[in-house]
């Protein structure tokens, strides 16, 4: 039996875990992502995917990936840069600069290696990385992972990440990085005044739009056309398909030296098979859809104002949040864990989320909202909430 001579410490520190009510587990799903969702044989009502636009089981998608299966075959056997990279690939770069508005894009495997490659590829000893204490773990790891030195200021703080940019004046080279939609409160970046302080101080600036791209802006391109930046004052951005798309992979989009620089030195680009063209082809059907199923942005919103509404009624904490990402803050960790399966027992399924993934005191339901749910589902989550928070 392969067992480590500390494993008695494993044993201990995991069964601490579940007495505090933080032990992580797997659940087996049979069947498709989606609102109507089976886990380890049971049928819930979901509100906790990322599958904001309901696309993961879109006829035009499957279609996509099936056609490119039967051409293209499954596994890329290869890393982008051998042979891994495949016309639906090149296809795919090219669709997500148009669509960005930016020179280039790249193309990763997933999104917890766009954002350790972005940091990692662009930054080196000397150089600094200034953090929002709230950015995704991706992005916190690729800041570990660089040699360059690492700040973190206060979430949203645009007074505190300029007293970091203050302090940092006599670096050459500093990069602000930040969540453009944060994952764990659904509140957004003030882009813009990020990018007024970055130009004042001469940084560059990677948002990571992982939740905003397909969801936010008029034609689903995310935080830039929130926010209306303009052409020439664009950060660099990271956007992922896991999540509004509803394929996988992930993106980082920029001008040409910097995708050129990340070709060459982002090592969780260099150093990993490229993802089955398949799931290019797939996603390059998905791309139309965003851009045409405007509906489905707007019912997505629709959901979110009911929500909302109800909630507040309800008298629950709810966050600044007008994105798919509406937590319910309920504080103490047990609490949530109760509240949680009580939804369970109902055949609801919402996240409950406690540190270390979100700050000690704030353990919090979050639920997340799909274009595929219906005013229905959301009167029923709004009802079982009620019920359950009146005992
Ligand atoms: C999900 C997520 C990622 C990671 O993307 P994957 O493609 O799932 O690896 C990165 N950043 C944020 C903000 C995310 O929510």
Redesign the pocket.
Known sequence: MATLPWSEQLANALSERKTRGRYRQQRVRSGQQGVDITLDGQRFLSFCS?DYLGLANHPALKKAFIDSVERDGVGSGAAHLLTGHSCYHDQLEQALADFTGHQRALLFS??????LGVIDGLMARDDVIIQDKL??A??LDGGRLSPAKQLRYQHNDMTALARRLTSTQSVERKLIVS?A???MDGDIAPLADIMDLANTYQAGVVI?D??GFGVLGQTGRGSIEHWQLSADNLPIV?G????AFGT???FVAADNDVIETLIQQARSYVYTTAQPAAVAAATLASLKLVQTETWRRDTLQALIAQFRQGAEQLGLELMQSFTAIQPVVIGDDQKAIQIGKALEQKGLLVGVIRPPTVPEGSARLRITLSANHTQQHVVQLLDALEQILAH
């Open positions: 990322n997933s999104g917890y290696q766009a954002n950015n995704h991706s992005l969540d939609v944060f994952s990571d992982a939740h990271v992922t398909f896991g999540k996988a992979g992930a």
